[in-house]
């Protein structure tokens, strides 16, 4: 069965990085786009960014344009999105999606989610 | 507009209908999706392409579309439906993805 676990979050101080992994299975993880999406306490959804299956379209929210890095190995079945310059804002449970294109809003399956959180 | 605008919080009497409404600008372009949203679950997708219901939604969950606003009716609401609801869709540029702020529907 299709299947996302992130992992890689945890606690960190401001101005830290983190590395979070995607990993995909059940399914032929270098067809199908990525999207990283995150819910701080007591917010909505927050859009982040995408890769298309090949990574060579990539997508950025403005909010984390420049700070937040996308990429995948699709030998490994796994996506990564490494987060550098870390802010209080940034505290959140992040996820990664599947998709079929990297323009879509349709995310047929999630993972379970890793949380984020900075604090000093 | 950015935005995708819902009402912050709606609710339906047990087996009563409800509608969700989801509006912005880029809905004139790019049709929505929309997600439920559970406490401690991940999200679950329910409708894409502002009508097709997802493999394993209840057909109580329909969509429609009109100019720049789209809805989630849920007919016969369950006690499981209650959750938070957003929807989203492409933004303007089509570079983008944007998510409503979502929606809480309470079942009473």
């Known amino acids: 069965q299709v299947q996302l676990v992130e992992s890689g979050g945890g606690e960190v101080q401001p101005g830290e990085s983190l590395r979070l992994s995607c990993s995909a299975s059940?399914?032929?993880?270098s067809s199908w786009a990525v999207h990283w999406v995150r819910q701080a306490p007591g917010k909505g959804l927050e859009?982040?960014?995408?890769?298309?299956?090949?990574?060579?379209?990539?997508w950025y929210a403005d909010s984390v344009e420049g700070r937040f890095t996308v990429s995948r190995d699709n030998s490994k079945n796994t996506a990564y999105l490494r987060l550098d310059n870390l802010r209080h804002s940034d505290t959140a449970i992040y996820y990664c999606?599947?998709?079929?294109?990297?323009?879509?809003?349709?995310?047929?399956?999630w993972g379970q989610g890793t949380l984020v959180a900075v604090s000093s | 507009s950015a935005q995708l605008t819902q009402d912050p919080a709606v609710s339906v009497v047990l087996g009563q209908t409800v509608t969700i409404t989801c509006q912005g600008d880029?809905?004139?372009?790019?049709?929505p999706s929309w997600y439920q949203k559970k406490p401690g679950q991940a999200p679950i997708l329910v409708l894409f392409?502002?009508?097709n219901r997802a493999p394993g939604i209840p057909d109580r969950f329909s969509g429609s579309t009109s100019g720049i606003a789209a809805s989630l009716t849920v007919t016969g609401a369950q006690a499981e439906d209650e959750a938070d609801y957003f929807c989203?869709?492409?933004?303007?540029?089509?570079?983008?993805?944007?998510f409503g702020g979502g929606t809480r529907l309470t079942v009473l």
């Open positions: 999606a599947r998709a079929p294109t990297d323009t879509t809003s349709k995310f047929d399956y």
């Open positions: 059940g399914f032929t993880f």
């Open positions: 859009w982040l960014c995408a890769i298309s299956y090949h990574s060579g379209d990539i």
């Open positions: 880029s809905l004139r372009g790019y049709l």
């Open positions: 392409r502002a009508d």
């Open positions: 989203a869709s492409r933004d303007i540029s089509g570079r983008q993805v944007i």
